[in-house]
C-alpha cells in the first residue's frame, strides 16, 4: 500500500512564512491577483518586436469561425479546399460547408465505433480493460486529423455553406455530442449483455445515430443546383451536380487526396523516417488508415516554405496551440510570456518530454498562409497562420507565429506525396509501427 506523507501544521506554516517574508512574492501576488498571469507574465519587447510582416503571403479571405465547437480539423481543411475552389471559380470569397463534412463523419463514425467495439467484445476484451475503457471515453468528440477529413471528402464531397448552412447543434456541439454518447455507450452495453445480438444492435444504433444527427444537423444535399457570379462580374451555371461531383470538378485539380500527413514525434524510440500509426484511430470503414511519417521538424518547416513560397497554396497543420499564445493579439512564440520569472519556477522540459510526461500533444489544427524566409531562400522567421476562431482577434482572425514556437509546439504537417525525397516515399510503402490507442500521437485535432 501506497504511504504518502501528509503536509502538516508547521509545514504549511513555514511554507507562508517563507512566502511572506519576500517582497517579490507580494508583488507577484498583487500583479497577478488584479490583472491575472499572462498580462503579467507577458513579455512586452517580446511581443512588440513579433512584426506581421511576411516576404510570402496566401490571401485567402476572411477567417471562418468554428464557433463552440472541436471542428478545426474540417475548418482548416476546408480552407485550404476553400482557397482551390476560389481560383477555380475565380471567386473573392467562398465558404464549404463545414456542418456539412461533419455530418457524415459522425455518422461514419458511429458506424466506425460500433464494428469496432463488435470486434472487441466478441474477442473477449474485458470490460475494465484499458483500452475498453479508453474507447467509451474517448467516443463522439469533434475532433479528427486530416487524414480522417479526406476520407469525409472522398466518398461524400462537399457542398458549399449557403446550401446547408450552420445550425445550433453544429455551432454549439456538447449537447448533440452527450446525446449520441449516450446512445452509443447503451449499445455496448447491450452488446456486452447479449452477444447473439450484435449485429442487430449496431444497425439498431447506426440508423437512431443517423435520425439523431439529422434532427440536430438537418437533412445534407444528395443534389443541388449550383450557379454563381465570380470576381469580374460575369455569371456562371453548372446545373444539377452532386457533392462528389462539386467536389472533385472545384477542388480535385490540387490532389488533397494524395497528400501525406509528416509528423514530428520526438520520442527517441520513434525512429525518423518510418512510418507509424494509431490503433483503432480512424472514421471511414474502408477508408484510408490514420499513418504518419515521422520526419525531423526542419523538414516540415522546408515542406511548409517550399509549398507557400513556390505553389503559393495554403499548409494544413496541427498543434499544440495554447502555450506561450496571445489569443487577442494572435501571436505565438517560446518566450512570449515569462511565466518562470513571475513564479521564479524553471519549466525546462524539453519537447520529447512535454510529450512523454502529458504536457503536449497536438490539440488544434489551422493553416499556414505565410512565411517570413531570409535573403538566403530557406532561413524561416515567422509564419502567418489562418485561425477558424472568427475575425474579433487577432489580425481579423489571422495569428502570427514565431518560427522557434514551430518547433516546440507544431506536430504534424499535410504536403503532396510529390515532394518526398525516395528514401521517405521507400518508407510509406513499409508498414506503419502501430502505437496504442491512448499514445499522445493520436491526439485529435
Known amino acids: ?15 507562508t512564512a517563507d512566502f511572506d517574508s519576500d517582497p517579490v512574492n507580494r508583488m ?115 475532433g479528427g486529423q486530416w487524414t480522417m477529413a479526406l476520407n469525409v471528402y472522398k466518398k461524400y464531397g462537399a457542398v458549399p455553406k449557403d446550401l446547408y448552412p450552420e445550425t445550433e447543434s453544429s455551432k454549439n456541439t456538447g449537447e448533440m455530442n ?8 447503451t449499445a455496448v452495453a447491450h452488446m456486452v449483455d447479449d452477444p447473439s445480438r450484435i449485429d442487430d444492435i449496431v444497425r439498431r444504433t ?32 453548372d ?18 487526396e494524395s497528400y501525406v500527413c509528416l509528423v514530428d514525434d520526438p520520442r527517441h524510440e520513434h525512429a525518423k523516417g518510418r512510418k507509424i500509426g494509431i490503433e483503432h484511430l480512424g472514421n471511414v470503414a474502408g477508408g484510408d488508415p490514420t499513418e504518419y511519417l515521422n520526419v525531423p521538424v526542419r523538414f516540415m518547416k522546408d515542406c511548409v516554405r517550399d509549398i507557400l513560397v513556390e505553389q503559393g497554396i495554403p499548409v494544413w497543420f496541427g498543434a499544440d496551440c495554447h ?30 518530454q512535454r510529450v512523454r510526461f502529458g504536457d503536449s500533444a497536438m490539440n488544434h ?18 509564419w502567418r497562420v489562418e485561425n477558424s476562431w472568427g475575425t474579433k482577434i487577432a489580425d481579423k482572425g489571422y495569428f502570427t507565429m514565431g518560427d522557434d514556437w514551430f518547433d516546440q509546439y507544431v506536430f504534424e504537417v499535410a504536403v503532396p506525396k510529390a515532394m518526398l525525397p525516395d528514401e521517405y516515399l521507400k518508407a510509406l510503402d513499409e ?10 500521437m493520436g491526439a485529435l485535432a
Open 1 to 15: 500500500m501506497t504511504v504518502i506523507t501528509p503536509l502538516s501544521a508547521d509545514e504549511l506554516n513555514q511554507l
Open 323 to 352: 502555450p506561450m499564445m496571445d489569443r487577442t493579439d494572435g501571436a505565438w512564440a517560446t518566450d512570449l510570456f515569462e511565466y518562470d520569472k513571475v513564479y521564479r519556477v524553471d519549466f525546462d522540459m524539453t519537447k520529447e
Open 365 to 382: 489544427a489551422m493553416a499556414f498562409v505565410g512565411v517570413d524566409v531570409e535573403d538566403d531562400g530557406k532561413t524561416t522567421r515567422r
Open 431 to 440: 508498414p506503419a509501427t502501430m502505437l496504442p490507442a491512448w499514445d499522445p
Open 239 to 256: 446545373g444539377e451536380v452532386t457533392p462528389q461531383e462539386f467536389w472533385n470538378k472545384y477542388v480535385g485539380s490540387a490532389d488533397l
Open 178 to 185: 452527450t446525446q449520441l454518447r449516450r446512445l452509443l455507450h
Open 28 to 142: 507577484a501576488m498583487n500583479a497577478v491577483t488584479s490583472a491575472g498571469i499572462d498580462k503579467v507574465a507577458r513579455n512586452y519587447d517580446r511581443a512588440r518586436l513579433l512584426q506581421r510582416r511576411f516576404s510570402t503571403v496566401v490571401d485567402n479571405g476572411e477567417a471562418t469561425h468554428q464557433d463552440r465547437s472541436g471542428r478545426c480539423w474540417l475548418f482548416s481543411s476546408l480552407n485550404v479546399a476553400r482557397f482551390v475552389a476560389k481560383k477555380n471559380m475565380n471567386l473573392k470569397e467562398f465558404e464549404f460547408s463545414q456542418n456539412y463534412a461533419m455530418y457524415y463523419d459522425k455518422l461514419e463514425r458511429i458506424n466506425y465505433f460500433m464494428g469496432d467495439m463488435a470486434d472487441l467484445i466478441r474477442g473477449g476484451e474485458p470490460v475494465d480493460s484499458r483500452l475498453f475503457q479508453h474507447m467509451l471515453a474517448d467516443v463522439m468528440g469533434d
Open 206 to 237: 447506426v440508423e437512431a445515430g443517423h435520425r439523431m444527427l439529422t434532427i440536430h444537423l438537418g437533412e445534407p444535399p444528395k443534389r443541388f443546383h449550383w450557379e454563381w457570379t465570380d470576381a469580374d462580374g460575369v455569371f456562371h451555371r
